[in-house]
């Protein structure tokens, strides 16, 4: 039997979280950004399914239309613009609101389900 030490103590937990900020910018948390190695790219490119009101974000490291520039923020996530795309689909941003963030492979988006 082979135990492995946990040491990640600080920190406010590593449950894939997403953010709407009141700024229109969508954040990932530590525990998005490791879990899914999300530090390794970019770009994201962003969805979104009106019928079920959820927010669709793709990542990459290719330049194509439609992509946003990741900013990583030293020990604590990413976050990037997203205020056009909220403009657009007249998605409220005006306070921060949190998200439980879930990997869809079969689409290969990460989800913020039950926006509105």
Not at 1 to 25: C, D, H, L, N, V
Not at 30 to 53: H, I, P, S, W
């Amino acid at each position: 039997m082979t135990f492995e030490r946990f040491t990640k103590i600080r920190g406010r937990g590593y449950t894939p979280k997403a953010s709407i900020w009141g700024k229109g910018q969508i954040g990932f948390n530590k525990g998005a950004t490791e879990r899914y190695n999300l530090d390794n790219f970019e770009y994201a490119v962003l969805f979104y399914d009106k019928e079920n009101q959820k927010i669709g974000v793709r990542f990459t490291n290719k330049k194509e239309d439609g992509i946003v520039k990741i900013v990583k923020r030293t020990g604590s996530g990413l976050s990037l613009s997203a205020k056009a795309f909220l403009d657009f689909y007249n998605i409220d941003y005006s306070k921060k609101t949190k998200y439980n963030l879930i990997y869809d492979n079969e689409n290969d988006l990460y989800i913020l389900n039950n926006i509105l």
